[in-house]
């Protein structure tokens, strides 16, 4: 089904407001475990309970001491490969037409906007050298994978074609880029060079998901968003070989299971669902199993991102 991108890939970035460094929370989940590392994830929790005003916040992985640490609204938190910065989508004062780069340490100070355009700027993916930011951009009249430097500077369209390319993410040995694009008439997954070249196809299912790379390269999850007859669409989490084989559904639930983000170590998955009625964050095994509720509150908790170590 052809729908309108303009619209479905940064409005899927869902966005939010929290007011910065007001207190944690040390609750922790039923039948916790012990994860490690921390994760930064999308929460509304100190707002009003919808998916709209929420801000960026950080948990240890197993659900314990989160913390707010953004006092604008954003989305889609990244980590650079140090695990000193955060970026993010962000939305400045009350302009609701789009979003930028934005760049902050890992504490919340020193926020910085990096792209300062008048178009969307999204869906960030930083370079495992942590020299260079990937995001997508409708600044040339549709959207394209562009890539800069980690201060803003140096942008470079890397996709520059009619089709709609977005949702760039880089491989951990940093020569390739898994990205999502509407270029074969359907919605699927592809892989190129880090430099553009080399576009290889690797999905033929119809997703728009957001591809990304297990730590050690061997890998790429993605929530794949299925249609059928009269009915709602589902998401689900699927996991493939780097060259698309092997592809298979990792949680095969009738619920939204959604935006996702590897532990360090390639063991675990964490990602958000409304299985249990709101958005939450979930961890489970990198095969299924062991799925544990991080959050489990009444607020929506979404787009994790684990702290590399």
Same mark, same amino acid.
């Given at each position: 089904?052809?729908?309108?991108?303009?619209?479905?890939?940064?409005?899927?970035?869902?966005?939010?407001?929290?007011?910065?460094?007001?207190?944690?929370?040390?609750?922790?989940?039923?039948?916790?475990?012990?994860?490690?590392?921390?994760?930064?994830?999308?929460?509304?929790?100190?707002?009003?309970?919808?998916? *709209?005003?929420?801000? @960026?916040?950080? &948990?240890? /992985? %197993? =659900?314990? !001491? $989160?913390? #707010?640490?953004? +006092?604008?609204?954003?989305?889609?938190?990244?980590?650079?490969?140090?695990?000193?910065?955060?970026?993010?989508?962000?939305?400045?004062?009350?302009?609701?037409?789009?979003?930028?780069?934005?760049?902050?340490?890992?504490?919340?100070?020193?926020?910085?906007?990096?792209?300062?355009?008048?178009?969307?700027?999204?869906?960030?993916?930083?370079?495992?050298?942590?020299?260079?930011?990937?995001?997508?951009?409708?600044?040339?009249?549709?959207?394209?994978?562009?890539?800069?430097?980690?201060?803003?500077?140096?942008?470079?369209?890397?996709?520059?074609?009619?089709?709609?390319?977005?949702?760039?993410?880089?491989?951990?040995?940093?020569?390739?880029?898994?990205?999502?694009?509407?270029?074969? *008439?359907?919605?699927? @997954?592809?892989? &190129?060079? /880090? %430099? =553009?070249? !080399? $576009?290889? #196809?690797?999905? +033929?299912?119809?997703?728009?998901?957001?591809?990304?790379?297990?730590?050690?390269?061997?890998?790429?999850?993605?929530?794949?968003?299925?249609?059928?007859?009269?009915?709602?669409?589902?998401?689900?989490?699927?996991?493939?070989?780097?060259?698309?084989?092997?592809?298979?559904?990792?949680?095969?639930?009738?619920?939204?299971?959604?935006?996702?983000?590897?532990?360090?170590?390639?063991?675990?998955?964490?990602?958000?669902?409304?299985?249990?009625?709101?958005?939450?964050?979930?961890?489970?095994?990198?095969?299924?199993?062991?799925?544990?509720?991080?959050?489990?509150?009444?607020?929506?908790?979404?787009?994790?991102?684990?702290?590399?170590?």
């Amino acid at each position: 089904m052809h729908r309108n991108v303009s619209n479905v890939w940064w409005l899927a970035a869902v966005l939010g407001v929290a007011v910065a460094g007001c207190g944690s929370d040390s609750t922790a989940p039923s039948g916790g475990r012990p994860a490690a590392g921390q994760i930064a994830f999308l929460s509304n929790r100190d707002g009003n309970y919808t998916v *709209g005003n929420s801000g @960026i916040y950080l &948990m240890n /992985a %197993d =659900g314990t !001491g $989160v913390t #707010r640490l953004s +006092n604008i609204t954003a989305g889609g938190p990244v980590w650079s490969p140090d695990g000193t910065k955060i970026a993010f989508e962000g939305l400045p004062g009350n302009q609701e037409v789009y979003q930028e780069v934005y760049v902050m340490n890992a504490d919340g100070s020193d926020l910085r906007n990096l792209t300062n355009n008048p178009g969307p700027d999204l869906q960030l993916a930083w370079s495992p050298d942590g020299t260079k930011i990937a995001f997508s951009s409708a600044r040339d009249g549709n959207s394209e994978v562009y890539v800069m430097n980690e201060d803003g500077t140096g942008l470079v369209n890397l996709t520059n074609n009619a089709a709609a390319d977005y949702r760039p993410v880089w491989s951990p040995d940093g020569t390739k880029i898994a990205f999502t694009s509407y270029r074969a *008439g359907s919605y699927e @997954i592809y892989g &190129m060079n /880090a %430099d =553009g070249a !080399g $576009v290889t #196809r690797l999905t +033929n299912i119809n997703t728009s998901g957001i591809p990304v790379w297990a730590p050690d390269g061997s890998k790429i999850a993605f929530a794949f968003e299925r249609y059928e007859p009269d009915a709602a669409p589902v998401e689900e989490i699927y996991v493939m070989n780097a060259d698309g084989s092997g592809l298979h559904n990792v949680t095969n639930n009738p619920a939204r299971d959604a935006r996702l983000a590897w532990s360090p170590d390639g063991t675990e998955i964490a990602f958000d669902s409304d299985r249990d009625g709101n958005a939450e964050i979930y961890v489970m095994n990198a095969e299924g199993s062991g799925l544990l509720n991080l959050t489990n509150n009444l607020a929506s908790d979404f787009a994790p991102a684990w702290r590399p170590r």
